[in-house]
């Protein structure tokens, strides 16, 4: 009787709690899309601010990055380089002749890469009192409301942006979109060859 009494207890307790944990949840979401929006883009015109915003979103919902905006946000990436190091030594053989040996091997050095700059550098705290957070929060709660319809096919492939004074490597493998502001937004492929895709499917 008692574990059915438990049972129940635990049912009630989840039931009322679920809207509290979503809530949290979606409070979450919106305050790390903003923060993102704050520093990637918070002095961007609007629609810098809302094309950095969809990136966001739709790598979570691409399948090859976390799926939540939070994970996105807080991504990192751990890269590794190997080099070969040689170094020489002296043997001598049994009749005492001396001859140098030379052995190589491999070294592996490992460092981490966010993937928003800012989640790895020592930036200023937000003030929440300034108009780029009132901007940064606006376009993430219209962004998570589904609005801002005329950004998003523009955009709806975006995944990748870079500031314009860099020169990445990566970005010769995507498709340009635009430029907009101080920064160039690119998806992983051309839309004609997307749409060729779905449609063979």
Same mark, same amino acid.
């Given at each position: ?43 961007? =015109? ?8 969809? &990136? ?5 919902? #691409?399948? +090859?990055?976390? /799926? %939540? ?43 981490? =890469? ?8 020592? &930036? ?5 009192? #300034?108009? +780029?957070?009132? /901007? %940064? ?65």
């Amino acid at each position: 009787m008692n574990k059915i009494l438990s049972i129940f207890v635990a049912i009630i307790a989840l039931t009322v709690m679920a809207p509290g944990h979503a809530e949290d949840k979606i409070n979450r979401e919106l305050t790390c899309l903003a923060q993102n929006i704050y520093y990637e883009a918070g002095l961007e =015109v609007e629609e810098g601010r809302v094309a950095v915003g969809l &990136v966001t979103i739709n790598r979570s919902n #691409s399948g +090859r990055y976390p /799926n %939540s905006i939070c994970g996105v946000v807080n991504q990192k990436t751990a890269i590794s380089k190997s080099h070969t190091v040689t170094t020489d030594r002296v043997q001598y053989d049994a009749m005492g002749r001396r001859r140098v040996v030379t052995d190589r091997h491999q070294v592996t050095k490992t460092h981490t =890469v966010c993937q928003f700059s800012w989640r790895c550098e020592n &930036v200023k705290r937000i003030k929440y009192d #300034s108009a +780029r957070w009132a /901007n %940064s929060l606006d376009v993430a709660q219209e962004l998570l409301a589904g609005g801002y319809e005329e950004f998003r096919d523009k955009y709806r492939d975006a995944e990748y942006f870079h500031e314009v004074h860099i020169r990445p490597s990566w970005a010769r493998q995507k498709h340009r979109i635009t430029r907009i502001g101080g920064h160039v937004f690119y998806a992983e492929r051309a839309p004609e060859f997307r749409e060729l895709t779905l449609a063979q499917q």
